[in-house]
């Protein structure tokens, strides 16, 4: 069921929410737009940033159950970094969905890394006993000068310290790098893959856990300060075959010692649709891409590809 087609709730368009959360998450506002702004990121760039009320949020959660009834099993909290919300908050607002909701199984958010570190793992463990058990976090780069460059106010090393805070809670962390982001220039590209699979190596968790590492291609949607970048020629995006190199490099330099790590590439803006759980499947990755590189049949088109 498509909770989002028919749901009376407090929504502020556009909504976007990762596709794992797709028909099956109930979406519930808990802020509006996002504190940060990323030079690449769209969505939330008209939307004035706020925090809603817990009393608002809690009454659009009671609302759901007499709307849908017990078959809400997801919770999604809106908007690009609901977890900047206040531990005792994000508390209340979790043990509420579960009371209200006697199917739920899973509340989760994006975050942003300062979101997370700045909780200490005592109100973290707290957050994941009252059920947010999964959250989605940013992490488009391991190269410290690409993540200022892109605005993105952390680094590799905050980025680190945020996952291995998430493991430690136990709070199922899903990251997203981008591919092509540092452009077409191939040292640049060489330095962002490295370096994006040296943060990668050093999220490993260091008890055995499930974790997921995604990857999304860069687009540049009308309006963001990259786009203005590409119309004046400051920034040259990287072809289709520079985006599989790539993320063959960060393959490559990804550790062998990556233990529950589930590797996705299936997002609508890639070329080439990859799955596997690192590091065991990470040569098979590899032969695939190379695979992909040779026969341009397997690959998505360039007009098809989509956020
Ligand atoms: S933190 Fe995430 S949602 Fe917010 S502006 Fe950056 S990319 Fe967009």
Excluded at 45 to 66: C, G, L, M, N
Excluded at 133 to 148: A, F
Excluded at 169 to 182: D, M, N, P, V, W
């Amino acid at each position: 069921m498509d909770f989002t087609e028919f749901s009376d709730l407090y929504y502020v368009e556009p909504i976007f929410r990762p596709p794992s959360e797709g028909k099956k998450s109930l979406l519930v506002t808990a802020t509006v737009g996002c504190s940060f702004r990323c030079t690449f990121c769209y969505p939330y760039r008209d939307k004035k940033f706020s925090i809603r009320k817990v009393e608002d949020i809690k009454r659009d959660i009671q609302k759901a159950r007499t709307i849908y009834g017990s078959r809400v099993e997801r919770i999604f909290l809106l908007d690009g970094n609901a977890f900047v919300m206040k531990p005792k908050d994000l508390i209340e607002i979790s043990k509420e969905s579960y009371l209200i909701h006697p199917n739920l199984q899973r509340v989760s958010a994006y975050a942003h890394a300062k979101d997370i570190i700045r909780k200490s793992d005592e109100e973290l463990a707290e957050i994941r006993k009252a059920g947010l058990n999964m959250l989605y976090l940013g992490i488009e780069t391991g190269d410290d000068t690409l993540l200022q460059k892109i605005n993105k106010r952390t680094t590799a090393a905050e980025l680190a310290q945020a996952a291995q805070k998430l493991h430690q809670a136990k709070i199922i962390l899903s990251g997203t790098i981008i591919l092509g982001l540092a452009g077409s220039d191939p040292d640049a590209s060489r330095k962002h893959a490295i370096a994006t699979a040296k943060l990668i190596n050093a999220m490993n968790p260091k008890q055995t856990q499930e974790w997921y590492i995604s990857a999304l291609t860069l687009m540049i949607p009308p309006g963001t300060p990259l786009e203005k970048d590409l119309r004046s020629g400051v920034f040259k995006p990287l072809d289709h075959t520079g985006v599989l190199r790539e993320l063959q490099q960060i393959l490559l330099h990804s550790s062998d010692d990556l233990h529950g790590c589930i590797f996705r590439s299936n997002h609508a803006s890639n070329y080439l649709a990859l799955k596997g759980i690192l590091a065991q499947d990470k040569k098979a990755l590899v032969q695939a891409i190379d695979k992909g590189i040779e026969n341009p049949r397997y690959l998505r088109p360039e007009f098809t590809r989509g956020l």
